[in-house]
């Protein structure tokens, strides 16, 4: 299969619990060859932090994989609407957090974010 645009594609899902939180990546070249990420915070932070820390990592692989336009699918309204400016962080966390997603955005010639449900995001 040839690649009909340059977009990669990056999922991102996030779960927690009290041993701590899980992530999973799925990153897909722009031939649509994917490969999956299993990653564990063995760290205490809260719902959206690790969601945060997801999509950093997700973005950090991306670039490492020399991905110069990147389409980002999340189920995480918080952090779309944040990225998209619809919602303010509004605390300092949060906002560090924005700003590390904003400048991670920066090294792509073209990037997005869509939210997607739950149910879509596997």
């Known amino acids: 299969m040839i690649a009909q645009d340059n977009w990669w594609i990056l999922h991102v899902d996030r779960t927690s619990n009290s ?3 899980d992530v999973g990546l ?5 031939n649509r060859v994917a490969v999956e990420y299993t990653l564990r915070f063995n760290f205490s932070t809260t719902n959206n932090m690790a969601k945060y820390e997801a999509h950093i990592i997700g973005l950090k692989i991306t670039k490492e994989l020399d991905a110069d336009e990147v389409k980002v699918f999340s189920d ?5 609407s944040q990225v998209q400016d619809e ?14 997603i904003m400048d ?7 990037w997005d974010i869509q939210r997607i449900p ?5």
């Open 26 to 30: 799925i990153i897909a070249n722009p």
């Open 76 to 80: 995480s309204q918080l952090i779309v």
């Open 19 to 21: 041993q701590g939180s």
């Open 87 to 100: 919602y303010e962080a509004k605390d300092l966390t949060m906002s560090r957090y924005l700003q590390k």
């Open 104 to 110: 991670l955005s920066m090294s792509f010639k073209k």
């Open 118 to 122: 739950s149910s879509e995001n596997a």
